[in-house]
């Protein structure tokens, strides 16, 4: 993990990604906005949308970083998240007020389990409706907040894990708390699943916590705290994360100097977008096969003309 001052000088030496262990109560746009600070650009951006409840796992570009980032959008998730059984909220999460209550004590783990594996594998989620999905131009929590009627349409996701970790019922065993761990891909709204399975149960859910555990490649082991980078800024260079990230293409001398000018070069044929690594190290394009030859999605480090 490279490092880097706190100041403004060479900012444009640092070209990586920052992962960030979020805390509770900041936006995404928040940390985006300290890591502005911290590196001394503007060229700052995050891949996935943490909650201001959900802690964990958020992966900021800087530079020419923030160009990978379309590419970690779309990789798998893994949380952890406490489900409270009994309870329904309007946003599903314990961001809003208590809108339904029954009683969950019947609910055991057995019968949990068995509600719980129906959501494992490939499903149709609707969406919370305080997502930020645009509906006719706004977005879909603007128009909640507004009392406005929102109807999402389901869409396909996919659970390859849901294992539960824990489940405690409550002294007067009214409500229960079920801590569970997910593994999912992106697009996938966690809040949406503790909703689906509380109605399931017959007893309604919403969500009581949420941490995000990893992104793609990128781990809760490498995450580093605000008050840590604000210590000493480090980050994943461009190279080493580029590299981490997708399926890796060794290039020859004169391949890298094709891509370099945007140039197709032969099709490896593999699928989806790869790393092309010149034979120094350096990545220089993200490729993509297409009709027959290897076109340059993205080009870090473009040729210099003669």
Known sequence: MARGSRTHDGADAHHGLVVVDKPKGLTSHDVVSRVRRLAGTRKVGHAGTLDPMATGVLVVGINKATRLLTFIVGTGKEYEATLRLGQRTVTDDAESEVVEERIAAAVTPESFEE????????????????SAIKVKGQRAYDMVRKGEEVELAARPVTISELEVLDFRKSSTAKTIDVDIRVRCSSGTYIRALARDIGEALGVGA???????TEVGPYTLQQARTLEDLADEFSFVPLDDAARALLP????????????????????SGWEGPTAAVAPSGEV?????DRA?????????????AA
């Open 248 to 267: 890796n293409r060794s290039l020859t001398e004169a391949e890298t100097v094709e891509l370099g000018f945007g140039r197709r070069i032969p099709a």
């Open 115 to 130: 509600a719980a594996a129906a959501f494992r594998g490939e499903i149709e989620q609707v969406p919370s409706s305080v």
């Open 292 to 304: 027959g030859a290897a076109k340059s999605l993205v080009v870090f480090r473009p040729g210099e």
């Open 206 to 212: 919403h969500l009581t916590a949420l941490r995000r």
């Open 284 to 288: 220089v394009a993200i490729v993509e």
